[in-house]
């Protein structure tokens, strides 16, 4: 007979992390699939590599691979002394495919690291309820992406030279704004987000460029007026590569040769959900693909009803504030919510 968890988290983030560790304080057996052992895929936290993370007041400020290090020692500690007992258990597995079997639902992984493309160990779970916290993947820039650059995105999900360091490429103007105080900042996007981000620059600076590679802004007539009143300049040249030492971006080149210097760096170039595993079910989603959510945090079905015990939490949630507070706060939504669902009697029927 196969061991039914009574909670499965998917992802060990900070929405994964804190459903898994408050089902457990709940007396929850919980299993914790998380395939940043097993895979590049390591969570959006884990690329600030060499900028601290300073807005989460529990911890002293920290780098995103030593965040997910003390996250992974502290779920650790939490195993269990006995099969079926209290605890977390965390393994190294990249999640395929979540299916219903029965009464329970059916996790299948890949456990192992991929050997030559091809996965070398596959392995399925049985849990009693699932929460979702997988995050997405961020989008980026065509500049330089060669077949050898292709490839790095490939295996590190990142660009990978100038990714999460103090002069490199950033992804959130609230997490990393602060570094470029009176600097001069570029911004890399079209559309909405790009301008949303260039917005929330002027907390820090005034000197702000928006550059498009080569595509039309996406902007509508009122916000390039604004742009030109508030001295923010769009510039639409196709970026031929970056100007860079180490892993200091300090510039790119336009395809006519002329250079730009900058201090500080922004992309915004889409999403791409961690949700491939979820293919069985027909769920919610908005237009970049996160996954809409019901009160009680299970996924919503495109009739609106909720999917019964499928939860999802974090930066997966479309609407939900990308930091790690809110990821955590809805990821402790998720895991109590799943934890109650499984309570032998509730609030009884009129
Ligand atoms: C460079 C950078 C800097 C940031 N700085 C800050 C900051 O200073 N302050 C702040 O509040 N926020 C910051 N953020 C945002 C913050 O990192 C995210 O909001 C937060 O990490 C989201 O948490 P999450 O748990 O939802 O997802 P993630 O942290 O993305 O975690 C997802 C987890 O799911 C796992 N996973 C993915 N696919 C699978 C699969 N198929 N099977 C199993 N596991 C899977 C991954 O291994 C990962 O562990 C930053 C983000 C970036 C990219």
Redesign the pocket.
């Known amino acids: 007979m196969q061991h039914v968890f009574d909670v499965a988290v998917?992802?060990?983030?900070?929405?994964?992390a804190q459903a898994a560790v408050s089902a457990w304080h709940q007396g929850r057996d919980v299993l914790v699939?998380?395939?940043?052992d097993v895979s590049q895929?390591?969570?959006?936290?884990?690329?600030?590599k060499s900028?601290e993370?300073?807005?989460?007041p529990f911890v002293a400020p920290v780098t995103?691979p030593k965040l997910r290090a003390q996250v992974q020692a502290r779920l650790r500690a939490l195993a269990p002394g006995a099969p079926g007992a209290r605890g977390v258990t965390l393994r190294g597995?990249?999640?395929l495919r979540v299916a219903r079997a029965g009464d329970a639902f059916a996790l299948e992984?890949s456990t192992g690291p991929l050997r030559d493309g091809k996965i070398v160990a596959r392995e399925t779970f049985a849990a009693r309820t699932v929460v979702v916290?997988?995050?997405?993947e961020?989008g980026w820039p065509e500049i330089e992406l060669d077949a050898a650059g292709r490839r790095m995105l490939e295996r590190y999900r990142t660009v990978f030279r100038y990714?999460?360091n103090q002069s490199g490429w950033?992804?959130?103007i609230r997490?990393?704004g602060h570094l470029h105080h009176g600097q001069h900042f570029v911004f890399l996007g079209v559309g909405e987000e790009i301008y949303e981000a260039a917005l929330g620059a002027q907390d820090f600076t005034s000197s702000i460029t928006i550059l498009t590679n080569g595509r039309p802004p996406g902007l509508p007539q009122a916000v390039l007026r604004q742009a030109q009143a508030r001295d923010i300049r769009i510039d639409t040249r196709r970026i031929a590569r970056h100007i860079g030492q180490g892993t200091r971006l300090e510039g790119v080149v336009f395809e006519d040769g002329e250079e730009l210097l900058a201090d500080g760096f922004l992309t915004d170039e889409g999403l791409e959900p961690?949700t491939?595993?979820l293919e069985d079910f027909a769920l919610q989603r908005s237009a970049d693909g996160l996954l809409r959510v019901g009160e009680s945090g299970e996924a919503l079905r495109l009739d609106g009803t909720p999917e019964p015990g499928l939860y999802v939490?974090?930066?997966?949630v479309a609407g939900a504030r990308?930091?790690?507070?809110?990821?955590a706060a809805s990821?402790q939504d998720a895991g109590l919510a799943a934890s109650d669902s499984l309570r032998r009697w509730h609030w009884p029927e009129e």
């Open positions: 998917i992802g060990m983030g900070p929405a994964g699939l998380d395939a940043g895929r390591k969570g959006r936290a884990y690329w600030a900028v993370i300073e807005d989460i995103g597995a990249y999640v992984a916290a997988t995050g997405f961020d990714a999460g950033h992804l959130c997490c990393d961690n491939a595993f939490a974090g930066d997966l990308k930091l790690i507070a809110a990821a990821g």
